[in-house]
């Protein structure tokens, strides 16, 4: 566990001081992403390493998201300052993003022959 | 025994009690979410912030008090990110064959995101740093705050905001998709992903491994493609 959190660090902070040092336009933990799968394609060992670890971190991905979601509180006022506007603006886009997100993806998937049998959801059911 | 209260001012000092407290309310947030037949509403995210946004007015703690000791959790949310190179690394197959699939995605998602929440927000007259604010509210925090910032948005408004979205994409984002009748797991995973960032991916591996690693790769293109279309769109709607 100790291994693969300093694993995990060691490519979150090459990814922050890549993402600072090349001012690109994505935060370091997910250049750490991209570097840390580039590692795992050259090094398949690497994965199987990390897996457990990852794992259990992934299966309460939530819980990380707490602190700052308590911060809405923090911010209640300025928020319902805006009131209902916002409220409308954020709730509508959501729901427009993820259903033409969804939408795009499967009709151009239909198109280019790159549907797959596995991964459909069954029945419409979960 | 000792003074409830000296106890009580050596709590509310240290990392500790806040530390407990954000740990607890998440067990009961998760426990609440399985209790509930892993719905999407009964969001553990959610249930946890209400938990412990009661919990710091009953006893009359602010924010940066509650933070000192969050502050661990809150660390994680890097660590995690990198993590989610696991599951992309499974799927890469999948992630080859789907690549012009996930482009359209891409861009009709971000795309639909940013225009939307602008177009729906200047009709109800909200304008200036406000509008700039809510351009990057589906892109995860860092970079939205980011971009807010260079849209002279107000950071503590975006970062709200943001949760807000992920928060309410993560629980209307199964019964939207099944009432569309989207039932590729890649297509709802990714699209989550774009709309609703972290959270939404959260929800996301909640349900199915395939549409977590989609749904990471969708956040984090839709945190490049946003941080170019933000501008214009805002420069659209006379930010």
């Known amino acids: 566990m100790i291994q693969t959190l300093a694993i995990i660090l060691g490519f979150q902070l090459t990814g922050e001081v890549a993402s600072r040092a090349l001012n690109l336009p994505l935060p370091g933990p997910v250049v750490g992403l991209i570097l840390l799968v580039t590692a795992c394609i050259l090094r398949p060992p690497l994965a199987e390493a990390i897996r457990p670890t990852t794992t259990g971190l992934l299966s309460h991905l939530s819980l990380f998201f707490v602190p700052a979601g308590v911060g809405i509180v923090a911010h209640w006022d300025l928020l319902k300052a805006h009131g209902i506007g916002l409220a409308v603006a954020l709730m509508a886009s959501t729901l427009l993003a993820i259903s033409a997100g969804a939408w795009a993806f499967t009709a151009v998937a239909r198109m280019t022959g790159s549907e797959e049998p596995q991964a459909l959801k069954d029945q419409g059911r979960e | 025994m000792s003074?409830?209260?000296?106890?009580?001012?050596?709590?509310?000092?240290?990392?500790?009690?806040?530390?407990?407290?954000?740990?607890?309310?998440?067990?009961?947030?998760?426990?609440?979410?399985?209790?509930?037949?892993?719905?999407?509403?009964?969001?553990?995210?959610?249930?946890?912030?209400?938990?412990?946004?009661?919990?710091?007015?009953?006893?009359?703690?602010?924010?940066?008090?509650?933070?000192?000791?969050?502050?661990?959790?809150?660390?994680?949310?890097?660590?995690?990110?990198?993590?989610?190179?696991?599951?992309?690394?499974?799927?890469?197959?999948?992630?080859?064959?789907?690549?012009?699939?996930?482009?359209?995605?891409?861009?009709?998602?971000?795309?639909?995101?940013?225009?939307?929440?602008?177009?729906?927000?200047?009709?109800?007259?909200?304008?200036?740093?406000?509008?700039?604010?809510?351009?990057?509210?589906?892109?995860?925090?860092?970079?939205?705050?980011?971009?807010?910032?260079?849209?002279?948005?107000?950071?503590?408004?975006?970062?709200?905001?943001?949760?807000?979205?992920?928060?309410f994409g993560a629980?209307?984002?199964?019964?939207?998709?099944?009432?569309?009748?989207?039932?590729?797991?890649?297509?709802?995973?990714?699209?989550?992903?774009?709309?609703?960032?972290?959270?939404?991916?959260?929800?996301?591996?909640q349900v199915n491994a395939t549409a977590g690693a989609f749904s990471g790769i969708g956040m984090g293109l839709n945190a490049v493609l946003t941080a170019i279309i933000a501008p214009l769109a805002l420069r659209l709607f006379g930010g």
Do not use: C
Not at chain 2, 173 to 199: C, E, M, Q, S, Y
């Open chain 2, 171 to 205: 629980i209307v984002v199964t019964p939207l998709l099944n009432a569309l009748k989207i039932r590729d797991w890649r297509a709802r995973g990714f699209a989550v992903g774009v709309a609703a960032h972290g959270i939404g991916t959260a929800r996301a591996f």
């Open chain 2, 3 to 167: 003074d409830p209260a000296l106890i009580w001012s050596y709590l509310a000092q240290g990392p500790l009690l806040w530390l407990t407290a954000t740990l607890v309310a998440y067990l009961a947030g998760d426990a609440v979410f399985r209790a509930a037949g892993r719905k999407s509403w009964a969001n553990p995210v959610l249930v946890a912030v209400i938990l412990l946004a009661v919990l710091l007015w009953a006893t009359g703690t602010d924010y940066g008090t509650y933070f000192e000791g969050a502050q661990f959790v809150h660390f994680m949310l890097g660590p995690a990110t990198v993590a989610l190179a696991l599951p992309l690394y499974d799927n890469l197959p999948r992630v080859r064959k789907a690549a012009l699939p996930m482009l359209a995605g891409l861009v009709a998602g971000s795309g639909v995101a940013v225009l939307s929440a602008l177009a729906i927000a200047r009709a109800f007259g909200i304008e200036g740093p406000v509008l700039a604010s809510l351009a990057p509210k589906s892109t995860t925090a860092p970079v939205a705050i980011g971009i807010a910032e260079s849209l002279g948005g107000q950071p503590t408004l975006t970062a709200a905001l943001v949760l807000l979205t992920g928060i």
